[in-house]
């Protein structure tokens, strides 16, 4: 009987959280599922249509070019990301007040919007009056100022990759000093006095040992890649030609201005399997690692 209360009074304790995973995750999931089977409209009646918005999806070959496009932005932004953030750290580790400030400096933008370092950036990367194209011609580097978003989606995707930078990496930086604080020192002193330098006690101890940290950074990272879409929505807009939109700015055409819901369900699904084939390979290489 005892026992019994007890589960009982458990129950009420765990029930809040319950409720709110029930209500903000469990129910709009399973509404999402529900309604990739439809051709689901905000000014139609919705038709059951089974797998036909997937069947869609795969003929689609703006699906195909979105789903390149964030997958080439990913890969290109992410090695970035993880390289420059480490560096940095390994530059800033010590706990001297020149690199506690400049830790403070790069982590800085990272508290900042990322609509508001967007439009920061467009105003920078701007054709007629940014700050950029003009510290390009007084050094001379180039000769007339560069259109950086509508015209070529390369040079689009290079120019938000350099706004994201300059806004995420302290996030990396920051954890990645906390990983390397994490290591004993006797292990670097033991090193030291076997004779070894700086960049072989970076390669045999500090990389080793931050190893999860760096799978969870590139994780983070992937995700965060992979859900691109505020940046290319102020920025590029999707231009040219919708060569620069990602998968989510292309899910939220579909599902908003062309109030195709169900077709949008559906790109978000066959995104969200995405995401779960990287989660599922990060903890695979994490548990290799920590075998």
Sequence with gaps: MHSKTSSYVGLLYVAPALAFVLTFTVYPFAQMVWMSLHNWSLIAPKKYIGFGNFVKAWNDPQVWTSLEFTLKYTLFITPILMILGYLIALLTAENRPLRQFTRSVVFAPVVIGLGASSLLWYWLFSYDFGLINRALIDLGLIARPVVWFGADADISMWAVIASIVWKVVGFGT??????????????????????????QRVR???????AKTILLVTLVSVIGSLLA??????????????????????????????????YGAALSLILAGIILVCTFLQMLLSRRSHA
């Design 229 to 262: 879409f505020d940046q290319f929505y102020i920025m590029t807009a999707g231009q040219p030609r919708n060569l620069t939109a990602t998968s989510v700015f292309l899910i939220y055409l579909n599902s908003f201005p062309y109030l195709k819901l169900g």
């Design 204 to 210: 045999a101890i500090t990389l080793p040992l931050t």
């Design 174 to 199: 920051i954890l990645f000093v906390a990983a390397i604080h994490a290591i004993p020192g006797e292990i670097g002193e033991a090193a030291m006095v076997d004779g070894a330098s700086y960049w």
